[in-house]
């Protein structure tokens, strides 16, 4: 996969968690949290990627990848969300 991708993924991904993160809300969230969301979504699908092929688990361009990236940028951006609130 390549840097576009884990930016689309992780950073879909992170301010999806954000917006429908259960609860009740303080505030609106601003775009600097939308932001933060995006960027730690983002660097969470760049990190399980790196670390999934540096421990022999699956190469480049694999289902599993894309599968890793999805599920790391989901629960990061969910316990950001989370602290976030």
Not at 36 to 42: Q, S, T, Y
Request: charge should be positive.
């Amino acid at each position: 996969m390549g840097f576009l991708a884990f930016l689309v993924i992780g950073g879909l991904t992170g301010v999806l968690a954000l917006a429908f993160y259960p609860g009740e809300r303080k505030a609106k969230p601003k775009a600097k949290k939308f932001l933060m969301a995006a960027l730690i979504g983002f660097l969470s699908a760049l990190a399980s990627s790196y670390v999934g092929q540096f421990t022999g688990f699956f190469q480049s361009g694999q289902m599993l990848e894309w599968l890793s990236a999805i599920a790391a940028s989901c629960l990061t951006g969910a316990i950001y969300a989370s602290w976030s609130r």
